[in-house]
T-cell receptor, first 112, second 118 residues
Framework: QQQVKQSPQSLIVQKGGIPIINCAYE??????FPWYQQFPGKGPALLIA?????SEKKEGRFTISFNKSAKQFSLHIMDSQPGDSATYFC???????????FGQGTTLQVKP | GAVVSQHPSRVICKSGTSVKIECRSL??????MFWYRQFPKQSLMLMAT?????????EQGVEKDKFLINHASLTLSTLTVTSAHPEDSSFYIC??????????????FGQGTRLTVV
């Protein structure tokens, strides 16, 4: 029940495309859903996060869509650039504990 | 965002020796820090939660006697891998939450430590 399932495992898009990464969770008690970007050999960096009382959140080129009834959320990257090539992780958390349960990760390659 | 500094970034040690990794919150007080382990091309797995002034809470399957965690101040937590073996080779990452912010949920990550045991 603590799992977060992420798909796809890898993704290749052309510059300007809109990659979409999906995550599903089981524990309905989760109340915080962040997305992280990680470059090789570096720690993850927070991109954007959402709480279950909101269905969509947009920050710059990154948008989270959240479907509480389906227990799913997704990341959309608008106008993707080669510099966006990285591994993306979704996560879920109980905000009172702070412990993050990570998805399996998606390796994104944006071709010039 | 807040800065979490992790040191060293890379370490190579001989099998059987111990290695200490430091995690510092540079511009905020972190009442809680977390330690994760990441194997190549895999996700981050939570190892333990470190609370300032109290014993760490370890996740199931993580040996507390092997991975010693100390959180002696509001800005520093250390992870010591004792009697390291090649299977302990991994990328260790810490994160910290700002204890001053009410209902804060954002965790800031360090840059990670690549441990190689030979």
């Amino acid at each position: 029940q603590q799992q977060v399932k992420q798909s796809p495992q890898s993704l290749i898009v052309q510059k300007g495309g809109i990659p979409i990464i999906n995550c599903a969770y089981e524990n309905t008690a989760f109340d915080y859903f962040p997305w992280y970007q990680q470059f090789p050999g570096k720690g993850p960096a927070l991109l954007i996060a959402i709480r279950p009382d909101v269905s969509e959140k947009k920050e710059g080129r990154f948008t989270i869509s959240f479907n509480k009834s389906a227990k799913q959320f997704s990341l959309h990257i608008m106008d993707s650039q080669p510099g966006d090539s990285a591994t993306y992780f979704c996560a879920a958390s109980l905000s009172n504990t702070g412990k993050l349960i990570f998805g399996q990760g998606t390796t994104l390659q944006v071709k010039p | 965002g807040a800065v979490v500094s992790q040191h060293p970034s890379r370490v190579i040690c001989k099998s059987g020796t111990s290695v200490k990794i430091e995690c510092r919150s540079l511009d905020f007080q972190a009442t809680t820090m977390f330690w994760y382990r990441q194997f190549p091309k895999q996700s981050l797995m939570l190892m333990a939660t470190s609370n300032e002034g109290s014993k760490a809470t370890y996740e199931q399957g993580v040996e507390k006697d092997k991975f010693l965690i100390n959180h002696a101040s509001l800005t520093l937590s250390t992870l010591t891998v004792t009697s390291a073996h090649p299977e302990d080779s991994s990328f260790y990452i810490c994160s910290a939450r700002d204890g001053q912010l009410y209902m804060n949920t954002e965790a800031f990550f360090g840059q990670g430590t690549r441990l190689t045991v030979v």
